[in-house]
């Protein structure tokens, strides 16, 4: 580990690193633009200019690795003069959209001015040039040439992260701009990335734009739950409401970047259509009940089936979009409550959905099958829980986050599953198996809720609830629990924390964990 001092401040820092990422390590901010850690380093910018003593000149620190005994000065006459100057330069034909853009308060031009420049532009307003504004490039973006500073992050994405090399930097000299080649729009499942690492306004998303202020926007750290591959990602909320969707960095599964499919899967999640209450069929319409009484008419019906026809009357089938912890919840529920182990997977994916490629994408868009499958449910297992609705041993099925009607289609949901005496739904939305049911008990999507997901190598990763479920949703394990108490009069625990340590216990494949050991990145249930 190689010794450096940064403005006086003794650093121990891995040989591999640059002297931007070890001042980081000491806490020292150097300024940079082109410079990001899942690309290239083309050193253009020249904003992370610093003083090394014994080198000749200043030094670009994004290119310049650490050595034992090197001395950097950061702040030093000549950096800081290096620092105003790379600013001026840049802000020459910068146009004044600080008021009305959507990047103010994420901006890096802003910022480092503030911190590193103050003095006024020397250059007239109007001999500024002009380049083009708000250009509709495809996939969702929007392009403004005239705010771009050509730092080539963009460019870089596209040719070596998708190597699709969409954009390309156009002319010369201050006629510089970054563009497609003509009759060529993006197209790129990846693209909004290159939104991501924008340090300006130059690439702004069209579906984000003039939505919402990024400064009043609060973040949670959760998993993208749009496919099987867990991306680790940051949820952006405001009063309840999603906003976006940004990657976060997890080097064990999706480095710094994310599909486009997962970043906008967060309206699905908040339709209109979402349940607020428990509701129970009443002359053929769905009816609100509260919660007291939702428990207490489950519970009756379960107690019923099982004096009339035994314990396995009553199955349950699973979704492979619950969470670790409420699958467990519920399987409990089922074995100790109900005494019954007929118990049903499901993982499906909606006709049309994107296949495997060689980045992130997953076609099975599942969070969870992985999960599942090491609590030992039995994969799928609808086949088999229909031949007991068939020939007359079910009677009763609970259902979680399982859209049979869906995955299925109503005609053979209707032959598979018609015959059932009493159906029992717990999901987040009013969707065709809820109006089959004879109870619906509204619980929280995964934005709503703590615990954890699988992915498809095995790395169990936390999710952590943004903001309560709307209404009088509860999360499925507090609704699994309340039913548990009806049946045995037993207190199950509600909490996520609580679900995944008697977990740990029951369960050999998360043997020694815990969801606070989990940390941001997850750890993989083999090395557990």
């Given at each position: 580990m190689p010794k450096l001092t940064i403005d006086g401040k003794e650093v121990d820092a891995g040989a591999?690193?640059?002297?931007?990422?070890?001042?980081?390590?000491?806490?020292?901010?150097?300024?940079?633009?082109?410079f990001h850690p899942g690309l290239s380093i083309p050193g253009n910018c020249r904003m992370c200019l610093v003083e090394v003593e014994k080198a000749p000149k200043l030094q670009i620190a994004c290119n310049t690795r650490v050595a034992e005994g090197m001395i950097v000065h950061t702040r030093s006459?000549?950096?800081?003069?290096?620092?105003?100057?790379?600013?001026?330069?840049?802000?020459?034909?910068?146009?004044?959209?600080?008021?009305?853009?959507?990047?103010?308060?994420?901006c890096k031009l802003q910022d480092y001015y503030?911190?590193?420049?103050?003095?006024?532009?020397?250059?007239?307003?109007?001999?500024?040039?002009?380049?083009g504004k708000a250009i509709d490039i495809g996939s969702d973006i929007i392009l403004d040439q005239e705010r771009c500073i050509l730092c080539a992050r963009c460019t870089r994405f596209f040719d070596e992260i998708t190597k699709t090399s969409e954009l390309a930097i156009f002319e010369r000299a201050d006629h510089n701009r970054i563009d497609i080649s003509p009759g060529q729009p993006v197209n790129n499942k990846y693209a909004c990335n290159t939104v991501d690492i924008c340090p300006v306004g130059a690439l702004t998303e069209k579906e984000?734009?003039?939505?919402?202020?990024?400064?009043?926007?609060?973040?949670?750290?959760?998993?993208?739950g749009a496919c099987e591959r867990g991306c680790s990602i940051d949820i952006h909320h405001q009063r309840g409401r999603i906003y976006r969707f940004k990657p976060r960095f997890n080097p064990d599964v999706n480095s710094y970047w994310m599909c486009d499919e997962g970043r906008h899967s967060f309206p699905d999640l908040q339709h209109e259509t979402r349940l607020t209450a428990p509701l129970v069929q009443a002359k053929d319409e769905l009816v609100a009940e509260t919660w007291g009484e939702a428990v207490l008419r489950a519970g009756a019906a379960i107690e019923d089936f099982r004096r009339l026809y035994g314990p396995k009357s009553i199955g349950a089938i699973i979704d492979a979009h619950s969470t670790n912890e409420e699958a467990f919840a519920l399987k409990e529920l089922m074995k100790s409550a109900i005494g019954s182990d007929r118990i049903a997977t499901l993982s499906w994916s909606p006709p049309g959905?994107?296949?495997?490629?060689?980045?992130?994408?997953?076609?099975?868009?599942?969070?969870?099958?992985?999960?599942?499958?090491?609590?030992?449910?039995?994969?799928?297992?609808?086949?088999?829980?229909?031949?007991?609705?068939?020939?007359?041993?079910?009677?009763?099925?609970?259902?979680?986050?399982?859209?049979?009607?869906?995955?299925?289609?109503?005609e053979e949901f209707v032959k598979r599953f018609?015959?059932?005496?009493?159906?029992?739904?717990?999901?987040?939305?009013?969707?065709?198996?809820?109006?089959?049911?004879?109870?619906?008990?509204?619980?929280?999507?995964?934005?709503?809720?703590?615990?954890?997901?699988?992915?498809?190598?095995?790395?169990?990763?936390?999710?952590?609830?943004?903001?309560?479920?709307?209404?009088?949703?509860l999360e499925a394990i507090d609704a699994i629990a309340r039913l548990g108490r009806?049946?045995?009069?037993?207190?199950?625990?509600?909490?996520?924390?609580?679900?995944?340590?008697?977990?740990?216990?029951?369960?050999?494949?998360?043997?020694?964990?815990?969801l606070d050991g989990l940390g941001e990145h997850g750890v993989d249930l083999a090395s557990s």
């Open positions: 591999h690193l640059n002297l931007i990422q070890a001042a980081e390590v000491a806490g020292i901010e150097i300024p940079h633009y082109c006459p000549k950096a800081t003069a290096a620092q105003k100057a790379v600013l001026e330069f840049l802000l020459i034909n910068h146009p004044i959209d600080c008021p009305v853009c959507d990047q103010a308060g994420e503030m911190d590193y420049d103050q003095q006024p532009s020397r250059f007239p307003l109007n001999e500024k040039n002009r380049k984000f734009r003039f939505r919402m202020r990024v400064w009043y926007l609060h973040k949670t750290s959760s998993v993208c959905a994107s296949g495997d490629d060689d980045l992130l994408i997953r076609a099975n868009k599942n969070p969870n099958t992985r999960g599942l499958a090491a609590l030992g449910l039995a994969a799928d297992g609808i086949d088999s829980m229909a031949g007991a609705v068939a020939s007359g041993e079910l009677k009763m099925l609970i259902t979680l986050r399982a859209d049979l009607v869906a995955a299925l289609g109503e018609g015959a059932l005496d009493y159906l029992l739904v717990l999901s987040t939305d009013a969707n065709e198996t809820c109006q089959m049911a004879n109870q619906v008990w509204p619980i929280g999507a995964y934005p709503e809720i703590s615990g954890s997901f699988t992915n498809f190598k095995g790395r169990v990763q936390r999710i952590n609830a943004a903001f309560p479920p709307p209404g009088n949703a009806e049946l045995d009069g037993i207190e199950r625990p509600k909490s996520a924390d609580a679900v995944f340590a008697s977990m740990a216990k029951e369960e050999p494949a998360f043997k020694g964990l815990s």
